[in-house]
């Protein structure tokens, strides 16, 4: 069985860090590609940032410079981590793994950005 386990959200003011993680079991993380998808109330699901099996990273225009996403294989976890947080950065964060035709997703976690 497949577990994609996203924490780390939470309410944070502007400007403000947090670092998300997603623990994955049931499958060979390294042979994965990792990603991070958002979406906010009204809006589609857009990519955040993703990283392959080899960690070729790759951004949304809208965080590049402010949010890394990484990933430690031996302890089967991708991160985001996500600084000058902005108003508009509030979704709720999705955890994606891809291999080939197969895709797990996460079950979403809250980010909320608000003074």
């Known amino acids: 069985q497949v577990q994609l386990v996203e924490s780390g959200g939470g309410l944070v003011q502007p400007g403000g860090s947090l670092r998300l993680s997603c623990a994955a079991s049931?499958?060979?993380?390294?042979?994965?590609?990792m990603a991070w998808y958002r979406q906010a109330p009204g809006k589609q699901r857009e990519l955040v940032a993703g990283i392959t099996r080899d960690t070729t990273t790759n951004y949304a225009d809208s965080v590049k410079g402010r949010f890394t996403i990484s990933r430690d294989n031996t302890k089967n976890t991708v991160y985001l981590q996500m600084n000058s947080l902005k108003p508009e950065d509030t979704a709720v964060y999705y955890c994606n793994a891809r291999r080939l035709m197969i895709a797990y997703w996460g079950q979403g976690i809250q980010v909320t950005v608000s003074s």
């Open positions: 049931g499958i060979i993380f390294s042979m994965y590609s």
